[in-house]
């Protein structure tokens, strides 16, 4: 059981330039998030998605896009990459909202854009 | 914008101590309160998921209540080892949503 993937584990951008943080989970849950994690600032949502075809924004959406195609897959897009956007991005996976359900967390992709 | 608030920022124990911190948020509809546990290079593992007011919750040495009418949770460790040492995440969870609005944590640190 692989659980929550995330590629690519590190990556350098130029500014501008655009990618996409892959993350695919295997426990077919409906929920996924995307959180960026700045030194101390703790975790921001940046997109969730409640199921396939439904996204919404999370605190910091500015700068990024998502797409739910599926219920495994969760991109997130990085059209005109900015050094704000150096940071640790984690994506998560729940079964649903209710019951208190935790998350489980990707294992993360460092970004530095320069 | 929700406040999550946990203190410590960071604490440092020696090995065989025990310690605890703490976790507060607001006390109006709340759903559920998680706790995560974050190893350096690691990604956040679920350790509680606390819903209602006066809940406990153990696993070994790690414990946690909850007290929804006044807004906060403790995490307690006893006999801390230097396998504890990591940051521990609270997540407030709104009735409204299945959004999780994280504090920034408590770096511990065990020394042996």
């Known amino acids: 059981n692989a659980g929550v993937t995330q590629t690519p584990k590190f990556r350098i951008l130029k500014i501008g330039q655009s990618m996409t943080l892959q993350c695919a989970q295997d426990m077919n849950h409906n929920y996924m998030y995307w959180y960026r994690q700045d030194p101390g600032m703790g975790l921001k949502l940046i997109y969730y998605s409640v199921g396939a075809g439904i996204t919404d924004k999370g605190e910091v959406p500015n700068g990024y896009n998502v797409s ?3 219920t495994e897959d969760f991109p997130l897009r990085l059209e005109l990459a900015a050094p704000s956007q150096t940071s640790v991005y984690f994506c ?9 359900y935790g998350y489980t967390f990707g294992s993360g992709t460092r970004l530095t854009v320069v | 914008i929700l406040n999550v608030e946990q203190s410590p920022q960071s604490l440092h124990v020696q090995e065989g101590d025990s310690t605890n911190f703490t976790c507060s948020f607001p006390s109006s509809n709340f759903y559920a309160l998680h ?8 990604s956040p593992e679920a350790l509680f998921v606390m819903t209602l007011n006066g809940d406990e919750k153990k696993k070994g040495r790690i414990s946690a209540t909850l007290n929804t009418k006044e807004g906060y949770s403790y995490l307690y460790i006893k006999g801390s080892q230097p396998e504890d040492s990591a940051t521990y995440l609270c997540a407030f969870q709104e009735t409204s949503g299945s ?3 994280f504090g920034e944590g408590t770096q511990l640190t065990v020394n042996p």
Request: positive net charge; aromatic residues 14%; charged residues 25%.
């Open chain 1, 68 to 70: 739910r195609s599926t």
């Open chain 1, 92 to 100: 998560a996976s729940s079964l649903r909202s209710t019951g208190g």
């Open chain 2, 35 to 42: 706790w995560y546990r974050w190893e350096t290079a690691k």
């Open chain 2, 99 to 101: 959004r999780l609005t």
